[in-house]
């Protein structure tokens, strides 16, 4: 680009007609805003783009891609870079260009829409690309370059306006939605004769967006129609790399699932049409088995793709055209395509004879008067006749590009070229209405009677300072029936009525490929018609056939199968498979198998369905038997650890550790230990209530033991302070106190739980599992979050206490192996909750025993194994002198 630019601001509403036209904020503009008067001035400079233009009254503004493709020059940032050269020049978008000139004129001579007024156009060549179009949409809308326009808006008696108050174009999809969203911000009125993307018809992104080209919302309905009306179930799509092709194609393929059809395949043509990639493409139509595939591309997108078909000689396919190319003659004139798309059919817009027309295109010569204005005039000469209007060096008949000096006697009569060619008159005709539609636009503002006008006070529109968002309102309100008998109007949308031609590309027998209507579609036919109809029994199918082509994908599954959808396949396509285990099927060509029933399994020939296995944590089970055998020896173990400290009660590190204590700890872990047999064995009613209850009560009463522990270290620290008479709150009635508060508790938990929704026995019947699994419903999930919850809580407050009494003065302190056995307990306690939801059947069960026994055995050793240590081992440390020392040599 030869310049940056930028936008800033939010959206803006509509002006009042004495209101300062938001345009001033324009590419490189500055505005300066006074409280007398507002200023757009404009830094010299323009995008260097050709332009065609004609003066007049009323400029229109106008966006043709007249070539196929640009090439950007490098950036240095240095220096003003050199213009984009466009490459490709394309006939049939320069006879749509002519076609708005030749409407123009023929406005201008009859004079009784406008009188007086005489209609100017600008118009600037796209490129086929976004920005190259977005660069012409900003010179159309921009000042007069170079120059500073000012306007006293206070007094109304001038505005900072550009130079067209409408632009008509662009053609792509792609380029229309860059180019409408910048014309939106102004409220510029954009008709676009060729792009169809439904997505334009968003009003809230493309205010000021209309067009005269039918929503491909409304093209993808009648290709529906046509896909259900020959019973295809079986549809590849192949779609542009653009907005057109992207945005079409994915509603065709949504749509088309609904009435049972399926995609066979869904691709995308890339813009650089890699041939690997098109090479890829035409590859999976041939193995897809479809013989009926949609193309929904841009012509030039097309061409890539049946080229390359053309190459590897795929034949066969019915091929659907979207209406971008489906009278294309840049396809249907190289006789390579021929064999490919005959037989072809699509939907085009509506054609018309615009008369006058032919003989206006004809009437360019470079000896021409008008030939200077025109840019475009040579390089389309050029390339129609093949010569160079440039001068060559002396004796050379040639130019450097090895093109003939063109002679001066050409005449576009005498050859035959898509220009010329007026027998299809399709997208011209959408850009002759385009350009009337914004005519009568501007005579409805003229006609307009001062107190009945359509804005605020009834105010009529300023027809001097053409404002574009005052013409926006009237073209949105255009209605009127021309002259060929078409009514032109726009819906709430923008778009016009969808009425298309079903074309059938059929050889004459002079091997020229044909466009034979062979039937049409209305949507706005009324009730009781059809929107589709079709003339069958002129129609040619591809390979010179006139029997419709069957595309389907697939046959009959014996019993004990189903229908079963082929890997990267739709559901069209699908395989006979044999049916899951738990499932049976006992008819041929089975949909879907039949599933037995909850307690009951299929066999080995998915036949019949036989009764399940049951399934539960066994005493007679090898895992059963283990736990069993682990529950009892820590039981044993904590009676011996009992016994130890009873016989050796008179010792100093037994008294130490308030033996009262110890000892009602030792006998919780004992039930904690015995507990986890009642979650063994077939599950019951009492056993469900018991084991949760028990396990919920016992785990309190033993961290309360520890709680109890560890808040009398605490506080024995505190009585050894001068003054301190704190133990006096701490006995051992209080301690016994705590004791009981605490697990009353869950005791109250515990009752209600059973009370309201007790745990009961029930079956899991998994449908994917051959085994019917016992196990003991919760009853009620928050109850047993409640249970869990509070021992959580008193385990937290227990290793809290713990940890911050870990550090006194004592040789001997069994806060720190409090807080060793509650850190073992949070962690088996925090790693059970993930493992016990994993876990299957009655590995969950498994699994909850397994916790308990292991923060049992986490308790038991940390706390007491020390002790039994020193009392049966170092029995020297067992000493008054050394559990006072206060020099911690000795850890535990």
């Known amino acids: 680009m030869s310049r940056a630019f930028s936008i800033s601001g939010s959206h803006p509403s509509p002006p009042s007609p004495k209101g300062f036209d938001h345009r001033c904020a324009l590419v490189g503009s500055l505005v300066a805003t006074t409280n007398q008067s507002q200023q757009c001035k404009l830094i010299p400079g323009s995008m260097s783009l050709t332009v065609l233009e004609k003066k007049g009254d009323i400029m229109l503004g106008g966006l043709f891609s007249l070539h196929d493709m640009v090439v950007e020059p490098r950036l240095s940032f240095t220096s003003m870079p050199p213009p984009a050269q466009c490459t490709r020049f394309n006939f049939r978008t320069f006879r749509w260009m002519q076609t708005m000139i030749f409407a123009i004129e023929e406005i201008n001579r009859d004079g009784k829409l406008l009188p007086n007024i005489t209609l100017g156009y600008k118009i600037y060549d796209s490129c086929s690309t976004p920005h190259q179009a977005l660069k012409a949409a900003t010179e159309l809308v921009g000042s007069e370059k170079g120059s500073v326009i000012e306007g006293e808006t206070q007094e109304g008696k001038g505005t900072c306006r550009g130079t067209v108050p409408a632009v008509i174009g662009d053609g792509g999809s792609t380029q229309s939605l860059v180019v409408a969203r910048f014309l939106g ?521 520890l709680l109890g522990k560890t808040i009398v270290v605490l506080m024995a620290f505190k009585a050894t302070l001068p003054g301190s008479n704190v133990m006096k709150w701490f006995g051992p009635v209080q301690q016994k106190a705590i004791i009981t508060l605490c697990t009353l508790v869950q005791v109250i938990i515990c009752t209600v739980w059973l009370v309201v929704a007790p745990p009961t026995p029930r079956q899991l019947m998994p449908r994917k599992s051959v085994i019917v699994i016992l196990l003991c419903d919760q009853g009620s999930p928050v109850a047993f979050s409640l249970v869990l919850g509070y021992i959580g809580l008193l385990a937290c407050l227990c290793l809290l206490l713990a940890f911050l009494a870990r550090k006194l003065p004592d040789n001997f302190n069994e806060a720190r192996l409090i807080t060793f056995s509650m850190l073992i307990f949070c962690a088996v306690w925090i790693a059970f909750v993930p493992a016990y939801i994993s876990s299957p059947g009655k590995y969950s069960t498994a699994t909850e025993v397994f916790a308990i026994l292991a923060s049992s055995y986490g308790l038991l050793g940390c706390i007491f194994a020390p002790k039994c240590y020193i009392i049966l081992l170092r029995p020297e440390k067992n000493t008054w002198k050394h559990l006072m020392s206060k020099a911690a040599t000795d850890k535990f």
């Open 185 to 705: 911000v102004f409220h510029v009125p954009q008709v676009s004769y060729f792009s169809s993307c439904a997505c334009l018809s968003d009003k809230k992104e493309f205010p000021a967006f209309l067009r005269t080209m039918p929503s491909d919302f409304f093209q993808v309905d009648a290709l529906l129609q046509l896909v259900k009306h020959f019973g295809w179930t079986w549809v590849g799509v192949i779609a542009g790399d653009d907005a057109y092709g992207r945005s079409g194609a994915n509603i065709f393929a949504n749509e088309v699932r609904k009435l049972g059809a399926c995609i066979a395949l869904h691709e995308v043509i890339p813009k650089n049409r890699a041939q690997s990639t098109i090479s890829s493409i035409v590859s999976k139509i041939r193995s897809s088995g479809a013989r009926v595939i949609l193309v929904f591309a841009v012509e030039q997108d097309a061409a890539a793709l049946f080229d390359e078909a053309h190459r590897k000689g795929l034949t066969g396919i019915q091929w659907l055209a979207s209406e971008a190319w489906s009278t294309a003659a840049v396809l249907s004139t190289p006789k390579k395509h021929h064999y490919i798309l005959q037989g072809s059919m699509g939907f085009a817009i509506r054609r018309a004879h615009i008369p006058g027309l032919q003989d206006f295109l004809l009437r360019l010569h470079p000896s021409s008067p008008d030939a200077l204005a025109d840019p475009f005039l040579i390089p389309f000469w050029e390339e129609v006749f093949q010569c160079s209007l440039g001068g060559q060096a002396e004796g050379q008949e040639h130019n450097v590009e090895g093109k003939p000096q063109c002679s001066g006697a050409e005449e576009l009569g005498s050859v035959t070229n898509i220009y010329s060619d007026v027998s299809q008159l399709r997208i011209s005709y959408n850009v002759y209405k385009a350009v009337y539609a914004i005519v009568h636009a501007l005579k409805a503002m003229r006609s307009c009677e001062k107190g009945k006008g359509p804005f605020p006070l009834q105010a009529c529109p300023d027809v001097i300072n053409i404002q574009p968002w005052q013409l926006l309102h009237y073209i949105k309100h255009v209605e009127y029936l021309n002259s060929f008998g078409d009514e032109t109007k726009f819906d709430e949308n923008g778009d016009p009525a969808a009425m298309y031609d079903l074309v059938n590309w059929q050889l004459r027998l002079n091997g020229e490929m044909e466009f034979v209507t062979i039937g049409k579609f209305d949507e706005t036919a009324t009730v009781g018609k059809q929107k589709l109809q079709i003339q069958e029994h002129i129609i040619v199918w591809n390979g010179n056939q006139t029997k419709i082509p069957l595309s389907v994908c697939s046959s009959i599954c014996p019993p004990g199968t189903r229908k079963a959808i082929r890997p990267n396949f739709p559901i069209c396509c699908h395989d006979c498979v044999v049916c899951t285990a738990g499932e049976i099927s006992n008819q041929t060509d089975a949909i879907e198998c039949v599933r037995c029933l909850p307690e009951f399994w299929s066999n080995a020939d998915r036949t019949a369905c036989i009764p399940k296995q049951v399934e539960f944590l066994s005493f007679s089970g090898t895992m059963g038997i283990t736990l069993t055998a682990i529950s009892l020896i820590g039981s044993f173990c904590t009676c011996a650890v009992a016994f130890i400290l009873s016989y050796h009660r008179a010792t100093p590190i037994v008294k130490a550790n308030n033996s009262e204590l110890s000892f009602l700890l030792l006998f919780s872990l004992t039930l904690c230990f015995l507990c986890s047999l009642t979650f063994i064995g077939r599950p019951s009613e009492w056993s469900c209530m018991l084991r949760h209850t028990a396990f919920g009560i016992t785990f309190v009463l033993c961290i309360s033991c």
